[in-house]
């Protein structure tokens, strides 16, 4: 499980302490300090599936995590000041993937671009893109695209990190580039 908000955070643990089966919850430190509502009773997420926090009809922008804020900053850049509607999913549980959900959506949009922090040629984000090839190819009006770090060792230099881990600018120009219009 890759929460995302303190909500789903929160609604992730209740179900996983309540679980069975093994569950493992990654948590991002960039988002400890994030801020949102939670509900007060008893509430409990869904261990397994993906949620559409962005509706939007041109393009998905898949992604996990911290990845999800990434892609509902890019698209809403991409609303604003290029007119093209974005569909943000959030695939906060990995193993299993949602494969109904990803299918559905890109069904929906015909394009598909997959964030993620991890390099490209492994990783969550290679995933999700085999599971478009495979599933999805006729419905694809584009190759699908990923946008990762780059493929160097992971630096805690604060300049040399911004360098290499993706951000919503990435997003928009892999999105614009999907476009023919980088």
């Not at 929460?3 to 643990?13: R, V």
């Not at 993906?50 to 995590?65: H, I, K, P």
Request: include cysteine; hydrophobic fraction near 40%.
């Amino acid at each position: 499980m890759t929460p995302s908000n303190p909500k789903q955070a929160y609604g992730l643990l209740k179900s996983a302490v309540r679980c069975d089966d093994p569950v493992y919850i990654n948590e991002h430190e960039l988002m400890y300090n994030m801020k949102g509502d939670v509900p007060d009773g008893e509430y409990f997420h869904p261990l397994e599936g993906s949620e559409v926090t962005r509706s939007g009809t041109d393009v998905t922008l898949f992604g996990y995590n911290i990845s999800v804020h990434w892609n509902l900053k890019a698209a809403e850049i991409l609303d604003k000041q290029y007119g093209i509607s974005a569909e943000v999913v959030d695939l906060y549980s990995l193993s299993p993937l949602d494969r109904e959900g990803i299918r559905k959506s890109v069904s929906k949009t015909h394009r598909a671009v997959v964030v993620g922090e991890e390099e490209a040629p492994v990783g969550v984000c290679a995933e999700v893109i085999s599971i478009i090839n495979e599933e999805c190819f006729f419905e694809l009006d584009a190759a699908p695209v990923r946008v990762n770090s780059a493929q160097v060792p992971q630096p805690y230099n604060h300049t040399l990190e911004k360098a290499a881990i993706p951000n919503a600018e990435d997003v928009v120009a892999a999105v614009l580039k999907l476009f023919g219009k980088a």
